[in-house]
């Protein structure tokens, strides 16, 4: 049998000289299609979306009926569309997303302090991936459920790491944490309490678009809020994660941030020059702010480049033949699972130049960006399915690696040079780094006429 090895997305990868840029795969039982180049994807998209639209789900998905709740794995139908138009409409407009923007400043403040501390001057990596993840994870535990989900250092229920390992183990436990909170707000709204209206409100309140499904059930609520990207199947070895949901929001968020700044680390250059580009702009500032995002063409060059080499979702969420298909003159049987290795894609030879290269600067002046309409950059997927959060994801990568750079100046440990940084991969529900990243802050501050010095 075809082995995949630790890192499927290479091996899928270096099928293509031989074999072309769509190939056939007998994974166990189970039929597979992958798509390894742009010209194909586009193929895919522009012309058979819709065939393409369902979700591959493994058996271990179905556990709490969490493949129907779930926006992600939700086969395509009217459930689906359901859930898809209250994110688009309640959660992910961008009206809604700008009126929580002080949300996430609250969030990357905490995130920001607690850096400061644990970096405490001693010349120590700290482990800026974890940093992200506690900060991502609160961004949208306030948009959803309007409430902090954990600490630095305080033990609460979902304590960082070991909520993820608990949530890979059972989702059980994940299922009755949410239900707890979703019980308080219900006895909160009965009595009249509660301030702002969050997103768990509108799940509360919501009726149903045009007759086409109504009030939405506790348990479709829980399910909701557990699942965004989640359930990816991890298709090494066990095939068996449904991990954390918010979670996973969450991870795709910090993974990135944690390859960028590898990347920075190991590229001193595209260090300095995206450091320069924000301390131009955000001079007179104290903070870094998102609405300084638009004027920062550098640093966006820099998100769309991590993206490209380092997409955390390199198979998207895997997609199914909802019926029997001629794709590119192949015959594709109904409920064949697709993967569209995105991470192949982003080293297409036909597309980039110098394909293995950190090269930001290849951005500027192009209108390339990730929005579904660029074939040879789709690390939010494109079409019917493509991620409904980018707009969100968006902000939050820009604003999280803006703040980190503006906050502060960057170092490896002393013992590690930049070529000596390890690159290895690890699939788990993204694809992040083997060794996690630890790199030293140093915190900048800014002098009476406004420029940047480092703090001695
Ligand atoms: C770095 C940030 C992110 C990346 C790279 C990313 C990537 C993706 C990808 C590749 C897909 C599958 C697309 C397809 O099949 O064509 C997806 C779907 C999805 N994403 Fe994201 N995502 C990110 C952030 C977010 C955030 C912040 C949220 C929300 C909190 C979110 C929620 C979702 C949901 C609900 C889906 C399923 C959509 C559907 O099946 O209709 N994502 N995302």
Redesign the pocket.
């Known amino acids: 049998m075809f082995s995949l090895g630790s890192a499927p997305q290479r091996t899928i990868a270096e099928l293509e000289p031989k074999y072309g840029s769509v190939v056939w795969l007998k994974l166990g039982s189970v039929n597979t299609m992958a798509v390894l180049t742009a010209k194909a994807a586009a193929e895919l998209f522009k012309n058979h979306d819709l065939s393409f639209a369902d979700?591959s789900i493994v058996e271990t998905m179905t556990a709490h009926g969490y493949h129907n709740g779930s926006?992600?794995?939700?086969p395509y139908g009217s459930a689906?569309r359901v859930l898809?138009r209250i994110?688009t409409v309640e959660m992910?407009a961008n009206k809604r997303i700008n009126e929580t923007g002080e949300i996430r400043g609250r969030c990357v403040e905490n995130m920001l302090t607690w850096i400061e501390k644990d970096g405490n001057g001693n010349g120590n990596g700290i482990p800026v991936g974890r940093f992200v993840f506690l900060a991502?994870f609160n961004m949208?535990g306030n948009?959803m459920l309007s409430r902090d989900l954990v600490g630095r250092s305080r033990r609460r229920e979902w304590n960082s790491m070991g909520l993820k390992r608990r949530a890979n183990r059972d989702m059980g436990i994940a299922f009755g944490i949410a239900s707890g909170y979703v019980k308080e707000r219900i006895k909160q709204r009965e009595k009249g309490g509660g301030n702002m209206r969050d997103f768990l409100d509108v799940l509360l309140e919501f009726e149903g678009y045009n007759g086409e499904s109504g009030k939405l059930s506790e348990t479709e609520i829980i399910i909701f809020i557990l699942?965004?990207?989640n359930g990816i199947p991890k298709i090494v070895k066990s095939a068996k994660k449904i991990a954390g949901n918010?979670l996973?929001?969450?991870e795709?968020?910090s993974?990135?941030i944690e390859w960028a700044m590898t990347e920075l680390l190991r590229n001193p250059s595209t260090m300095a020059k995206a450091k320069d580009e924000i301390s131009n702009i955000v001079v007179n500032t104290e903070k870094f702010q998102e609405n300084h995002i638009d004027n920062l063409p550098y640093l966006q060059a820099v998100i769309k480049e991590t993206?490209r080499l380092h997409?955390?979702?390199p198979f998207?969420?895997p997609?199914r033949a909802v019926r029997d298909t001629n794709f590119m003159g192949y015959f594709v049987p109904k409920n064949t699972q697709v993967f569209?290795n995105?991470w192949a894609i982003g080293r297409d030879q036909e597309c980039w130049d110098d394909a293995s290269c950190f090269k930001p600067d290849r951005f500027l002046g192009t209108n390339t960006d990730y929005r579904g309409q660029h074939f040879e950059l789709?690390?939010?997927?494109?079409?019917?399915?493509?991620?409904?959060?980018?707009t969100?994801?968006h902000r939050?990568?820009h604003f999280v690696l803006g703040s980190l750079l503006h906050e502060f100046d960057w170092e490896l440990e002393s013992s590690v040079g930049p070529e000596d940084v390890d690159m290895k991969e690890r699939m788990g529900i993204t694809v992040g780094k083997l060794v996690p990243l630890k790199a030293v802050p140093r915190k900048c501050v800014m002098s009476d006429v406004g420029s940047r010095e480092l703090e001695m």
């Not at 997927?381 to 409904?388: D, T």
């Open positions: 979700r926006l992600a794995l939700a689906w898809r994110c992910f991502a949208l948009l699942g965004t990207h918010i996973a929001g969450t795709t968020t993974t990135t993206l997409p955390p979702l998207l969420i997609r569209v995105v789709i690390p939010f997927g494109a079409g019917r399915r493509m991620c409904v959060g980018l969100l994801g939050m990568l």
